[in-house]
């Protein structure tokens, strides 16, 4: 193959997973809800996170726009009849601070804050954006999770170089597709149920035993490209169109997959089930819908 074309196929694929890595976080619930509020002419932005560890009480700042401005913060557990619990914000630095009670992993608290300035009262976030909503989870050691990102990104740069060999450039098609299998596996089937493990005490909430929509995600990448491989074989072929139409399906089927949200219909706490006396291990559902 022509080492132009070649450097040119890889630069795409490259764009493509720094595309479809950058949206998934984006969309996942390590990325804090942002916006701005306005006070006496002022913008602020604000930065609330929508993702806690189970290990301490979870810190919700927000900028102090002085003149005896004061906030309170609002929250309640998630998908329950629960009253919203009101906090006084305390003023720390040019902060006014305040902190939600650590939850058992895969509980969710709903929040939001009132601020109240000389000219009236503003809510953060706004009313049109809907409370902010936070999954705890337990710690994950990095020497877990690190290789699980790195396997999962592995995946999709091999899986959209495969894809694009299929349609452009023939020759290194096969070798890819195997690739990305093995990247696949290692990374979804293996790596993701032990990071999944550590952070929700759960390996697999997705089918059969349950509905976590991503893990249900990974198992649906993992059969296209175990179907591409058994479709395409080790040795080239004398007629090449269905190989090649199988790897371009499951190099589609990955990229919209990865169009869907990070952790959407994902894992969380039933407390109704906690409250009857069930461990929380025990009483993680999935299959919801997310905020």
């Not at 005490?201 to 991503?214: C, N, S, V």
Request: aromatic residues 10%; neutral net charge.
């Amino acid at each position: 193959m022509d080492k132009k074309k070649e450097v040119v196929l890889w630069v795409v694929a490259v764009a493509l997973m720094i595309a479809a890595a950058g949206y998934q976080r984006r969309t996942g619930p390590s990325y804090p809800a942002r916006g701005e509020y306005a006070v006496a002419g002022q913008t602020y932005e604000y930065r609330l996170p929508r993702n806690a560890l189970t290990s301490a009480d979870m810190r919700i700042a927000i900028d102090d726009p002085g003149d005896g401005a004061a906030a309170t913060l609002y929250f309640k557990r998630y998908r329950t009849d629960d009253p919203f619990t009101s906090l006084p914000l305390a003023a720390e630095d040019d902060e006014l601070v305040g902190f939600i009670p650590a939850q058992p992993a895969a509980g969710k608290v709903e929040y939001f804050l009132i601020l109240e300035a000389a000219e009236g009262r503003v809510i953060v976030p706004g009313a049109s954006k809907g409370n902010v909503v936070m999954r705890f989870k337990d710690r994950v050691p990095l020497l877990s999770l690190l290789p699980h990102i790195f396997m999962m990104f592995f995946a999709i740069l091999f899986g959209m170089r495969a894809g694009l060999a299929a349609v452009f450039s023939i020759d290194p098609m096969r070798r890819l597709t195997w690739v990305t299998l093995g990247g696949m596996t290692l990374g979804g089937m293996i790596l993701g149920p032990i990071a999944q493990k550590y952070a929700f005490g759960a390996y697999w909430t997705g089918f059969p035993f349950d509905y976590d929509l991503t893990d249900n995600k990974v198992l649906i990448m993992w059969l296209v490209w175990v179907i591409a491989c058994l479709v395409i074989g080790k040795r080239p072929r004398k007629d090449e169109r269905v190989a090649r139409l199988a790897v371009v399906l499951a190099a589609l089927v990955m990229a919209v997959v990865y169009v869907i949200p990070h952790s959407a219909r994902g894992t969380e706490l039933d407390y109704e089930l906690l409250e009857q006396g069930v461990e929380p291990a025990d009483a993680l559902r999935s299959g919801r819908e997310s905020p």
